[in-house]
Nanobody, 122 residues
Framework: QVQLVESGGGLVQAGESLRLSCVAS????????MGWYRQAPGKQRELVAS???????MYADSVKGRFTISRDNAKNTVHLQMNNLKPEDTAVYYC????????????????WGQGTQVTVSS
């Protein structure tokens, strides 16, 4: 069974940093895209950052210059370094994997983790 497990959330003050990690476990050959999404109370889930297996990245405008996404393909791990956190970054952060290859002929998308809470106080 393939699953994603996030860690690293917590409560910090504005201006501080957190590092989120997500590990994909199970019988995985490769993962094309890994990303971080977040959902604040009463709001829709939104893309924060994503990274492909060759290192191409994209970021939401609201986090550019503050957040950095990285991954270790050999360990099926993705990280999100979040600096200069703001109260508006408060949300549940979810890891997502797309185009997950579990065999030479089997690939699927839309694998989500359970989420990790990030709370930034002012």
């Amino acid at each position: 069974q393939v699953q994603l497990v996030e860690s690293g959330g917590g409560l910090v003050q504005a201006g501080e940093s957190l590092r989120l990690s997500c590990v994909a476990s199970g019988s995985i050959l490769s993962i094309n895209v890994m990303g971080w999404y977040r959902q604040a109370p009463g709001k829709q889930r939104e893309l924060v950052a994503s990274i492909t297996s060759v290192g191409s990245t994209m970021y939401a405008d609201s986090v550019k210059g503050r957040f950095t996404i990285s991954r270790d393909n050999a360990k099926n791990t993705v990280h999100l370094q979040m600096n200069n956190l703001k109260p508006e970054d408060t949300a549940v952060y979810y890891c997502k994997a797309d185009r997950v290859a579990v065999s030479a002929a089997s690939r699927f998308s839309g694998l989500w983790g359970q989420g990790t809470q990030v709370t930034v106080s002012s």
